[in-house]
Each structure stands twice: as C-alpha cells, then as structure tokens.
C-alpha cells in the first residue's frame, strides 16, 4: 500500500467510527444478503458478532501502516477462520459486502480513491489470512502435541 492509500482507509475509517457498531451490522445483513449459506458460519449474536468485526477492523487499520507487526495478527486470525469453516471463495464475499458497506456509512466521502485503497488493505488482508490458512491445513492436525489446557 502507498502512503496516501493507508492514510485514505485511517481518515475514513475514522469517519465511520462513531457509528462503527450500527455499520457493522449492516456488514452481516449485506453478507448474509450476498449469500445467506454464510449464517452456519456465525455463533454468536449478530451484535455480538458485530463488536468483534468492529473491534478487529478497528485494530487492522491502526496498525495498517506497520504490516510487518500486524501479519501475525492476520495470520493467527486465517489460521482461525479454518476451523469456522471459511473457504477460499468466502473472502470475495466478504470483500464485497465491506464495500458496499463502507459506501453506504461514508456516503459522499465514499470516493473512488477511498473505494481503491480500501480494496488494496482489503487484497492484502485476504491475501494474508488466506496463505496463513493453507499453510495450517497443509500442516494437517498436529499429533503427539501436550496441550497446556
């Protein structure tokens, strides 16, 4: 990402961040509108759900400016989604539904040049999380660990 990409996704998202809950929820209803199979994927209640969207969103572009620190975050967190049952093919889903959510909570400050560097954090978002997620379904289930718990 370009300096002037990271600094468009930090302004706007600060715009939408006095309503980041209610935008949130309005992510699930799109994603579930995009395809309603996604719901078996979803535990918790939607607002609950929501807080943690918000909050991970929230950490994500803090730390956009510093990739090397927040890769392991992102990869823990597609290592994660495995066991949810997140495929491959989810992450458009989800890339689609966070557009068009962002353009409905920015309204006119929603423009193509925010629009496109949301799409780059997003690529490399996906992107990150998708790799560490094979990469832990390559590793196969790990045999004659101890687990601390």
Same mark, same amino acid.
Not at 35 to 48: C, V
Not at 96 to 111: I, N, P, Q, S
């Given at each position: 990402? *370009?300096?002037?990409?990271?600094?468009?996704?930090?302004?706007?998202?600060?715009?939408?961040?006095?309503?980041?809950?209610?935008? %949130?929820?309005?992510?699930?209803?799109?994603?579930? !509108?995009?395809?309603?199979?996604?719901?078996?994927?979803?535990? /918790?209640?939607?607002?609950?759900?929501?807080?943690?969207?918000?909050? *991970?969103?929230?950490?994500?572009?803090?730390?956009?400016?510093?990739?090397? =620190?927040?890769?392991?975050?992102? !990869?823990?967190?597609? =290592?994660?989604?495995?066991?949810?049952?997140?495929?491959? !093919?989810?992450?458009?889903?989800?890339?689609?539904?966070?557009?068009? #959510?962002?353009?409905?909570?920015?309204?006119?400050?929603?423009?193509? !040049?925010? /629009?496109?560097?949301?799409?780059?954090?997003?690529?490399?978002? %996906?992107? #990150?999380? =998708? /790799?560490? @997620?094979? /990469?832990? @379904?390559?590793?196969?289930? =790990? *045999?004659?660990?101890?687990?601390? *718990?």
């Amino acid at each position: 990402m *370009t300096l002037r990409q990271i600094e468009l996704v930090q302004q706007s998202f600060r715009l939408i961040e006095p309503i980041i809950d209610d935008v %949130a929820i309005l992510f699930y209803k799109r994603l579930f !509108e995009i395809d309603p199979s996604l719901r078996h994927i979803f535990h /918790r209640p939607r607002r609950e759900q929501a807080r943690l969207l918000a909050q *991970t969103l929230s950490v994500f572009v803090k730390q956009i400016d510093r990739p090397s =620190q927040l890769r392991r975050a992102v !990869e823990a967190l597609g =290592q994660r989604h495995v066991g949810y049952g997140v495929r491959d !093919e989810h992450y458009a889903m989800v890339g689609e539904a966070l557009v068009w #959510t962002l353009e409905k909570g920015l309204k006119d400050a929603f423009t193509s !040049e925010v /629009r496109d560097a949301w799409l780059v954090a997003y690529s490399w978002l %996906a992107f #990150t999380m =998708q /790799r560490a @997620a094979a /990469r832990h @379904a390559d590793a196969g289930p =790990q *045999t004659g660990a101890v687990s601390a *718990t």
